[in-house]
C-alpha cells in the first residue's frame, strides 16, 4: 500500500449563523494516498467545498485533526500553515484568490516567486510552458477582468500548478468551462498527477470524475460510499476512449445507487 498523504480524523464543521449551528462535516474519516486522484461528489450543499477548505487548512475546522504528509496542521500556526500552503499545496477554488492589480502571468509566477524552489527565469519558463499548454498564453499580459472566467480558471489551474505541489486541491475546476476546456483542464490534471502530484477534486460532472481513482459521495456532511476505479491501465490495448466511457457508464450506474 503507498503512503498516506493526506488524512482527515473525526472531521468536523459547525457553522453557527444567527445562533443556529449547522453541522455541515459530521466526523469525516478519510485517507488519501500519495499519488492518488480522488474526487468527491454528491449534491450542492452536502459540504463538498468545506470539506475541501478544512482539510486544506484553508478553513478552521470544528473538531478532529488532518494529518498533511506526516505533519498534523490543526496544530500548526499561521506562518507554518502559510508555509506549507505555499510549497507543498496548490489550490484551484470557487471564488478565486487571484491579485486584481496583477496581470494574467504575475499573478502565475507570484507563487513561484515566493516559494522561490526555482530561479525567477526557470519560474518564467515554466509559467509560459503552462499557459501555452493551457491554450491561454495570449492572456498574458492581459488583468485578470480582461478575460473570460474559462480563461481565468486556466490561469488558476496554471498558478496552482507552479510549485508542482504534492497535494492539489480543486473545487469544481472545469465549472466555467465547455466541454473541450473542460477536457483540456482535465488533461492537465491528469499530466501533474502521473508527475506525482495527489489531486482533491470536488466535480458535479460525470465525464470529468471518470478520470479519477476513486470517488467519494458525499450527503449531509457524512461520506455515503466510495467507488474505486483505480488508474486508468493503458497496458490493454482498449483506446482511451472507450476505456473512459466504459468508466463514466460505471460512474453513473453506482452514483444513481447513491441517489444522485
Ligand atoms: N461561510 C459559511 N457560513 C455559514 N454557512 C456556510 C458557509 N459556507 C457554507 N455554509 C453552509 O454549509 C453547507 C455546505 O456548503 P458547501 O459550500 O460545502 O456545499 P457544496 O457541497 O460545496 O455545495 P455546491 O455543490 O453548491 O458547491 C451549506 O448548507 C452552506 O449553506
Ligand atoms: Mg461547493
Redesign the pocket.
Known amino acids: 500500500m503507498a503512503d498516506i498523504c493526506l488524512e482527515a480524523r473525526d472531521l468536523c464543521k459547525t ?1 453557527i ?1 444567527e445562533g443556529y449551528s ?1 453541522n ?1 462535516l459530521q466526523n469525516i474519516n478519510l485517507k488519501i494516498e500519495e499519488g492518488e486522484f480522488v474526487s468527491i461528489m ?10 475541501l477548505y478544512t482539510i486544506s487548512g484553508m478553513d478552521d475546522m470544528t473538531a478532529g485533526k488532518v494529518i498533511f504528509d506526516g505533519d498534523d496542521i490543526s496544530e500548526m500556526n499561521d506562518k507554518q500553515l502559510t508555509k506549507l500552503r505555499l510549497i507543498k499545496m496548490g489550490f484551484i477554488f ?1 471564488q478565486m484568490y487571484m491579485m486584481k492589480k496583477l496581470c494574467i502571468m504575475d499573478n502565475i509566477v507570484l507563487p513561484g516567486y515566493q516559494a522561490a524552489l526555482m530561479s525567477r527565469e526557470e519560474v518564467n519558463k515554466k509559467a509560459e510552458d503552462l499557459m501555452r499548454r493551457l491554450g491561454i498564453i495570449e492572456t498574458a499580459d492581459r488583468e485578470i477582468t480582461e478575460v473570460s472566467g474559462g480563461q481565468l480558471q486556466r490561469a488558476c489551474l496554471a498558478r496552482a500548478l507552479i510549485n508542482s505541489p504534492k497535494v492539489l486541491f480543486a ?2 475546476p472545469t465549472g466555467a468551462l465547455n466541454s473541450k476546456a473542460s477536457m483540456e483542464v482535465l488533461g492537465e490534471m491528469v499530466k501533474a498527477n502521473e508527475a506525482g502530484t495527489t489531486v482533491l477534486m ?1 466535480t ?1 460532472s460525470e465525464k470529468v470524475a471518470a478520470s479519477s481513482d476513486r470517488i467519494i459521495y ?1 450527503m449531509d ?1 457524512d461520506i455515503q460510499g466510495e467507488l474505486v476505479l483505480g488508474k486508468i491501465n493503458t497496458s490493454d490495448g482498449m483506446s482511451s476512449a472507450e476505456k473512459l466511457s466504459l468508466r463514466e457508464r460505471k460512474l453513473r450506474k453506482w452514483l444513481e445507487e447513491m441517489g444522485w
Open positions: 457553522y449563523v449547522n455541515v454528491g449534491p450542492s450543499g452536502s459540504g463538498k467545498s468545506t470539506l470557487q473545487d469544481e470536488v458535479h458525499l456532511g
